[in-house]
Structures are given as C-alpha cells and as structure tokens.
C-alpha cells in the first residue's frame, strides 16, 4: 500500500475519547499543533457505560481537572439532566459530586469544543501504526495508507484496542457499541514487543422508559441546590430528570446461577481481568451468594431519547436470559430491551511500563492514558489525558515534566498508584486509596491547582481572575471571623433555643461555627452584615474552620512525606551493588529506577528496612 504524507504535527492523539479529548485539548491550548483521530467520529467523548460523570473519588478526579483548565467539567455543568452530592452524612473529605449526563449532548458539546479549538485538528482516521525508532517517535500511518508526522503521540484507544463483545456464546470482534474495534494497531503493537495483557469491562442493557412501571421504583431525586463541577460556575438551576432505584430477588438470582454455564465469564470465554468494584450481575451472585437482592438503578440516557440504563446490571449472559431475568425485576415486568448488556475485552499495556509523566519507559516521545495504561473509568480517563496532553507538550519544548504527587491532588494518587503499583484489574479511584483526603478535598482543588494550571498556560484570564477573586474572598472572611466577636448577651437566646451550649464569655463567630451542629448559613443572625459569599468560597470557608485541627495534622504528615519526595535519586544507581538490600527489592529498584526515596518506598517487594540502606546508601555517596 501506497503512503502519502498528508502533514506534520507537534502532537498526535490517538482515541478521541475522554482521554484523548483532555490530552488534545491541553496541548493545544499549550500552543502545540495537534491532531486528534478517532477511528469514528460518533465516539468522541461517548459515554458507552453509565451516563454519568463524578461519583466518589470520581467527583475529586473532575474537580481538579477543571482547576488545571481542563474541560470536563464544563462540559458535564452544560448538559447535566440532574445533580447528586454523595456521602453528605460523612465528613468533607469523602463528599463526591456525581452528575446524570445528557449522553447525546455532552457528546455534541465536547465535539464541538475540539472543532473549535485553535491548534487542534479533530479527524476520522484509524491509526494502525506508530513510527518510532530508538530516537523516539516519528508520527502514525493510518489505513488509508496516510502518514502524519509527528514529534510525540499519546495513546488513548480506550476500550478499541482489540476490542471483543461477548454475550452468551456470541463473539464478536468490536469496539463498544457496536463500532470498528483497532485491531491493526494491537498487532503491530504486540510485533514491536509492546507487552499487552487483556483486561474487561461490562455495560447493562438499556430498555424503552414507556415499558417500565415506576410505580414499583423508588424515585431518586437531584439535589435542590445545584453544586456546578466548574470553579467558573456559581449557580446552576434547570429543572431535573429523576431516576429510580428497584432491586432484584430470589427468583432474579436462579435464573442467573441456573445459566452459571452460559455466561461467557464463567463459560471460560473471557480470558481478560474485570473490575472487581464494578462486577457483573453474575459475579455478584456468586460472590456474594448471602445477599437476598441487588440494587437496580434505572436512570434516564438523556432528554432527546426514551433509552434507559440499568445501572448495577451488567452481565455476559446470552440475549434470552438477560430477558428473563429482568422482566423478574419489580417494574421490569414488561420491559422492552433496545441494547443488549455485553462484556467487552480489550487490549491494554502494564502501567509499570510508564515514568510519572505517563511517557513510555521504552519509546520516547510517546505517552499514554486511559484506559490504555490498565484504568477504569471517564475522570480516571480523563485526568491521565490531561497529564499526558500537559507532558507531552512540555516533551516537546525539552522542559521538566509536570508532575503531581500524592500529598498534591488525586490526580497524583491515581498516576502514582498505577506507575509505581501497577494494578492486576481495571484500576479505580476512590477517596479511601488517597492518604491525605482531608487536604485534598474537592471543595479546594481550585486554590491547591489553578495557579499550576496558570503556569501552565492552561488557565484562562476569566478563570484566573475568579480564582484570585475567590482566595481573596476566602482569606478575607477567616481573618473576619476570628476577628469578629460575639457575647453571651448577643447569642445566648439564639444558642438556648437550638439546644447548644450557652457562652459564659465573649468568643469569636470563628469558634462558634465549629461546633458540630451550626454550620455557616446557620449563623446568619448572629452576623448580619456579612457579604454575600458564593457557594464554592463558603463551602471552603465552613470546612478550613470546623476542621482546622485535623487539617494542621495531615499538613504535618505531609511535611513528612515531602522529606522522603525530595530525597531524588540518580538514574543511574546501580542497586544490584548495594549491600543490605534484599535481592527482590534490589531486582524491583532496577527494573523501575525510582526518581525519588518517597517512590521508592511505595514499589511492590521494596521493604522499610531496604529504604533504610537505602537512605544510608545516599548519605555516603552524599559525603
């Protein structure tokens, strides 16, 4: 086949999906000429499982995105159908915001953000291979026979990647949905010795909204007050779209376990890893064989369609069981199914083989993220693309990469856990594997991340003015109320007839307000002539006071972790030589060459006692 040349870029991404969308979108606006291919233009920012952005951890992943500059949470603030706080009755470490999304919508919505970007060329192309050589990356060749050039490319094929749909004993080669899978690329990936593995995912089945009886759910109502994604929104008011919750039972859980066989999971089929905190229907019942029933959530695709998606339902089953087991399901009785549930398996690499920056160990110049690098997920999607778009970009002009650690943003646990840890299952976010959730809060990813975002290049005039609006806003309502005072004569009739305590003496609004059962609009009366604050500076405000003490002890244990962060290490210690190191650790140290002691310590088989020598090691180089 004939190739032709059709152009030179700075950055090539392939895969326009949440990944790919970030990555492009950042590098152009980095002022680097970027093309971004998708092997279907229907698949740009698809969301082809839940249509849905956020959840817990989730909902962190986006927040900080849109603090850096990114896009998703604008795009999901435009074409939500209705909004969700999670985890209220816990503290504000873990409170997760989750969106239902307009599919069809937020899709157009992020489409036409790329078609109208200024460096960035969106285009419908299968790239079937990357020229790369031992000086790095050269640009893609595409089915067609056409050739782009390029100085570096991020990888962002999501689910394509080989992609494979099984239901029951159907298989069938396919990326999701039913579009073209890039099986070219998987080949000639694996012949240049990419070490691909195989993992899985799922989506439920979606059925016609006129065919089920909510009468039988329990309808799940949006917030009243809409909390926006973005730091650039304040209110958000539309009318919402309710979803419904309904379960499955004993008869639901036989008809399941009695076709074990004919599931293509169990049947021996899928040779690729699941997510094992989002299984199928039939994991579920296997596993967790005491449970009398399964939550069901039914929730709206989007305005302009009557599909729905049943949430918590996915499964390989053939086409006849999923519709016996569902009509069991109260409401379901008479459903009408318009888009069976399947598995897919898909081709991924072993994130171990990836730096920090999310640049390739073997190839320079190329990058990779999503779902690519072994994660689960549109934000865990999306965060890699953006830093994979920002490191590329800064590949490109020979500057250090951008990288976040641990102590700084989820963004920095997710990137940290899959290059450092790797991950046997698709990887996914939650606030329990972050250590310093409590300083890494989604109320405050705008003032730990806008001013990198700034220099970054990725933060917009309008954006940075609100920023500094907002932290001044904030430092001037602390200073504030702990300078304003209040006495017993001023508020102990208003405290006597809420139950709290009464004052004995003067104290601050300050200390008033971390008492457990005020927060910061209760105390309203007391403070007349405060300002009118917007949501995201009082959110912030109310949180920094009532859990000042908490915060002062995980800085402090952030103090701690930085010592071990700033120890760098030298790539080219030969660990192998170094006595008092066991031999596993010795092995791991070499294969990963750590950048800093703190990493070092988070490698799999890499003991406390073998960062101690270590630690002794480089004071004697030192001196």
Sequence with gaps: METKNLGQFDLIV??????????????????????????????????????????????????????????????????????????VSKGPAVHSLRAQADKRRYHEEMKRTLERCENLLLKQGEVIDIDYDENGVHGVLLRTGAYYEAKAVVIATGTFLGGKIFIGDSV????????????MLADNLKKRGFKLRRFKTGTPARCLKDSLDFSKMKIQEGDEHVVPFSFLNNDLDKEQVPCYLTYTNETTHKIIRDNFSRSALFGGQIEGIGP??????????????????????????????????????????????????????????????TRSAYAIEYDCIDPLDMKQSLEHREVKGLFCAGQFNGSSGYEEAAAQGLMAGINAALWID????????????????????????????????????????????????????????????LVSDERYKRFLDDKKSFEDEMQRLNDLQITPTI?????????????DNRISLAELLK?????????????????????????????????????????????????????????????????????????????????????????SGVSPADINVLLVYLERIKK
Excluded at 47 to 67: Q, S, W, Y
Excluded at 176 to 181: D, I, T
Excluded at 326 to 336: A, C, F, M, Q, V
Excluded at 491 to 503: Q, T
Aim: net charge neutral.
């Design 14 to 87: 392939i895969g326009a999906g949440h990944a790919g969308c970030e990555a492009a979108l950042a590098a152009a606006r980095m002022g680097k000429k970027t093309l971004i291919l998708s092997i279907n233009l229907e698949a740009v920012a698809n969301m082809f499982c839940n249509p849905a952005i956020g959840g817990t951890g989730k909902g962190h992943l986006v927040r900080e995105i849109d603090a850096l500059g990114g896009q998703m949470g604008l795009c999901i603030d435009k074409t939500f159908i209705q909004s969700k706080m999670l985890n």
């Design 491 to 503: 508020a102990n009739k208003f405290l006597e007839e809420r139950g709290s305590a009464l004052l």
């Design 172 to 183: 069938v080669e396919s990326g999701p949905n039913g579009l073209a899978p890039s099986t």
């Design 276 to 337: 094992r905190y989002c299984p199928s229907i039939e994991s579920k019942i296997d596993r967790f064989k005491d449970k009398e029933r399964h939550q069901l959530f039914v929730e709206p695709e989007g305005l302009s369609t009557d599909e729905m998606y049943l949430q918590g339902m996915s499964t390989s089953l053939p086409e006849d069981v999923q519709e016996a087991f569902y009509k069991t399901i109260p409401g379901l009785e008479n459903i009408r199914i």
């Design 398 to 457: 020979k500057k250090e990469p951008f990288i976040l650690d641990r102590s700084e943003a989820y963004i920095g646990v997710l990137i940290d856990d899959l290059v450092t840890k790797g991950t046997n299952e698709p990887y996914r976010m939650m606030t329990s594997r972050c250590e310093y959730r409590l300083v890494l809060r989604q109320d405050n990813a705008d003032m730990r991340l806008t001013e990198m975002g700034r220099e970054l290049g």
């Design 515 to 603: 008492r457990p059962e005020f927060s910061y609009d209760d105390l309203e009366e007391l403070d007349p002539d405060r300002k009118k604050l917007s949501y995201h500076v009082k959110t912030k405000v109310e949180v920094a006071i009532k859990y000042a003490g908490y915060i002062d002890k995980q800085m402090q244990q952030i103090e701690h972790f930085k010592k071990l962060e700033t120890k760098k290490l030298p790539t080219d210690i030969d660990y192998m030589s170094i006595d008092g190191i066991r031999i596993e650790a010795r092995e791991k140290l070499n294969q990963f060459k750590p950048t800093s002691v703190g990493q070092a310590s988070r490698i």
